[in-house]
C-alpha cells in the first residue's frame, strides 16, 4: 500500500500480538520485522529488523497488564524508530492504561493519565490512535493528533442479532451513574429503553443498597460499560435487576476485559448468561469462560489506520 510515495508499516510489541497480525491481514500487509525482549535484569530490549527510514509507522501495543511493562515496551519502539528516521509514527494503542487516573481526587494525587501522555509524547510519537478512553478529557492530555475510535457500534450489531425483532423484550442497563451516557447511546443503536443501577451506602462498611430507576421486570437485559476490571459493579448490577427488578435474563457487553483480581470468578459464579467482550486485551486461555464472546477490533483499526494514512476522516467509522 503506497498511495503518496511512503509505504506504510505495521509493528508490535507484546500485549497484543494476534491484533496486529489481524490488522496487518486486514490491509494486506506483513507485520514488521522487530523483536522485543528483556534482558537479564529485566530492562526491555528492541530491535527493529528492518528499515523504517521514510515509512509511515503504526505501533499495535495496548497498555494492560503488566501495565509498566507493556508501556516500556511502547516507549522504547518509538524511540526506536524514531532514531531510525521514520517519516511518522502512530502509537496504536487499543486499551489505554492508566486512563482512571485523569484527576485529582483527593489532595496530593497524581494525574497518572496525563503523565503518560507526555512520555507518549516525548518519546516521539506523533499520533495516537486508542479506542474507549475511560475519560474523554484526556484527549486533551495529548499535544498531538487523538484519533479516538469506539467500540460501541460493534457490540451493538452483536446484541441486535439478539434482539432481532423483539425491541420491547430487552431494556439496556447502566450498571452505575458514570455509565448513563454510554449506555444511552447503545440503547439508541440498538432501539431499546434504559434503565440505571443508582448504588448507594447507607452508612460506612455497611453493603451497599441498589435501587433501579426505569423498568427491568419480565425483560432480558444488558449492561454496557467501558471495561469490566474487578468485575464487582457488573456482577453486583446483575443481581440487583434479577433479585429487586425481575428481570428475566441478564447479558453484559464491555469494550475492554481487563479482568483483574477475583473477576474470572465472580462472573463465573454470576448470573449473567454471555458476556461479550472485545479483543483490546488478550484474554488467555486458561482465563477464558463459556460466558465470554469475543469479537473483533481489527478491521476498525484497520480502517482506521487506512484512513489516517490517505488523510480521510477518522470519525465517519462506525456511524
Same mark, same amino acid.
Given at each position: 500500500?503506497?498511495?503518496? /510515495?511512503?509505504?506504510?508499516?505495521?509493528?508490535?510489541?507484546?500485549?497484543?500480538?494476534?491484533? =496486529?497480525?489481524?490488522?496487518?491481514?486486514?490491509?494486506?500487509?506483513?507485520?514488521?520485522?522487530?523483536?522485543?525482549?528483556?534482558?537479564? #535484569?529485566?530492562?526491555?530490549?528492541?530491535?527493529?529488523?528492518?528499515?523504517?527510514?521514510?515509512?509511515?509507522?503504526?505501533?499495535?501495543?495496548?497498555?494492560?497488564?503488566?501495565?509498566?511493562?507493556?508501556?516500556?515496551?511502547?516507549?522504547?519502539?518509538?524511540?526506536?524508530?524514531?532514531?531510525?528516521?521514520?517519516?511518522?509514527?502512530?502509537?496504536?494503542?487499543? +486499551?489505554? /492504561?492508566?486512563?482512571?487516573?485523569?484527576?485529582? !481526587?483527593?489532595?496530593?494525587?497524581?494525574?497518572?493519565?496525563?503523565?503518560?501522555?507526555?512520555?507518549?509524547?516525548?518519546?516521539?510519537?506523533?499520533?495516537?490512535?486508542?479506542?474507549?478512553?475511560?475519560?474523554?478529557?484526556?484527549?486533551?492530555?495529548?499535544?498531538?493528533?487523538?484519533?479516538?475510535?469506539?467500540?460501541?457500534?460493534?457490540? =451493538?450489531?452483536?446484541?441486535?442479532?439478539?434482539?432481532?425483532?423483539?425491541?420491547?423484550?430487552?431494556?439496556?442497563?447502566? %450498571? #452505575? &451513574? /458514570?455509565?448513563?451516557?454510554?449506555?444511552?447511546? &447503545?440503547?439508541?443503536?440498538?432501539?431499546?429503553?434504559? !434503565?440505571?443501577?443508582?448504588?448507594?451506602?447507607?452508612?460506612?462498611?455497611?453493603? @451497599?443498597?441498589?435501587?433501579?430507576? /426505569?423498568?427491568?421486570?419480565?425483560?432480558?437485559?444488558?449492561?454496557? #460499560?467501558?471495561?469490566? #476490571?474487578?468485575?464487582?459493579?457488573?456482577?453486583? =448490577?446483575?443481581?440487583? *435487576?434479577?433479585?429487586?427488578?425481575? $428481570?428475566?435474563?441478564? +447479558? =453484559?457487553?464491555?469494550?475492554? $476485559?481487563?479482568?483483574?483480581?477475583?473477576?474470572?470468578?465472580?462472573?463465573?459464579?454470576?448470573?449473567?448468561? @454471555?458476556?461479550?467482550?472485545?479483543?483490546?486485551?488478550?484474554?488467555?486461555?486458561?482465563?477464558?469462560?463459556?460466558?465470554?464472546?469475543?469479537?473483533?477490533?481489527? %478491521?476498525?483499526?484497520?480502517?482506521?489506520?487506512?484512513?489516517? +494514512?490517505?488523510?480521510?476522516? *477518522?470519525?465517519?467509522?462506525?456511524?
Amino acid at each position: 500500500m503506497n498511495f503518496h /510515495g511512503k509505504d506504510i508499516k505495521i509493528f508490535t510489541c507484546n500485549s497484543n500480538r494476534q491484533v =496486529a497480525q489481524q490488522i496487518a491481514d486486514c490491509l494486506g500487509i506483513p507485520v514488521g520485522k522487530s523483536e522485543v525482549t528483556s534482558f537479564s #535484569d529485566g530492562e526491555i530490549s528492541v530491535s527493529l529488523h528492518e528499515s523504517v527510514r521514510g515509512s509511515e509507522c503504526f505501533i499495535v501495543q495496548s497498555t494492560c497488564a503488566p501495565v509498566n511493562d507493556n508501556l516500556m515496551e511502547l516507549l522504547i519502539m518509538i524511540d526506536a524508530m524514531k532514531r531510525a528516521s521514520a517519516a511518522s509514527i502512530t502509537a496504536v494503542i487499543p +486499551y489505554f /492504561g492508566y486512563a482512571r487516573q485523569d484527576r485529582k !481526587a483527593k489532595a496530593r494525587d497524581p494525574i497518572s493519565a496525563k503523565l503518560v501522555a507526555d512520555l507518549i509524547t516525548t518519546a516521539g510519537a506523533d499520533r495516537v490512535l486508542t479506542m474507549d478512553l475511560h475519560a474523554n478529557q484526556i484527549q486533551g492530555f495529548f499535544n498531538i493528533p487523538v484519533d479516538h475510535l469506539v467500540g460501541a457500534p460493534i457490540l =451493538a450489531n452483536f446484541f441486535k442479532e439478539k434482539i432481532a425483532d423483539k425491541p420491547d423484550d430487552f431494556v439496556v442497563v447502566s %450498571p #452505575d &451513574f /458514570g455509565s448513563v451516557t454510554r449506555a444511552r447511546n &447503545f440503547a439508541t443503536r440498538v432501539g431499546c429503553s434504559i !434503565a440505571i443501577i443508582d448504588k448507594r451506602r447507607p452508612k460506612a462498611n455497611v453493603s @451497599e443498597v441498589m435501587n433501579i430507576i /426505569g423498568e427491568v421486570k419480565g425483560k432480558k437485559v444488558i449492561l454496557v #460499560d467501558d471495561m469490566i #476490571d474487578t468485575a464487582g459493579t457488573l456482577v453486583n =448490577a446483575a443481581q440487583a *435487576v434479577v433479585e429487586r427488578g425481575g $428481570a428475566t435474563e441478564v +447479558y =453484559a457487553g464491555a469494550t475492554h $476485559a481487563v479482568l483483574s483480581g477475583p473477576a474470572i470468578e465472580r462472573i463465573r459464579n454470576s448470573v449473567i448468561k @454471555e458476556v461479550a467482550l472485545l479483543d483490546t486485551v488478550s484474554i488467555s486461555e486458561d482465563r477464558m469462560l463459556d460466558k465470554f464472546t469475543m469479537l473483533h477490533v481489527a %478491521p476498525v483499526f484497520a480502517e482506521a489506520i487506512e484512513r489516517i +494514512y490517505t488523510d480521510k476522516p *477518522v470519525s465517519l467509522i462506525g456511524f
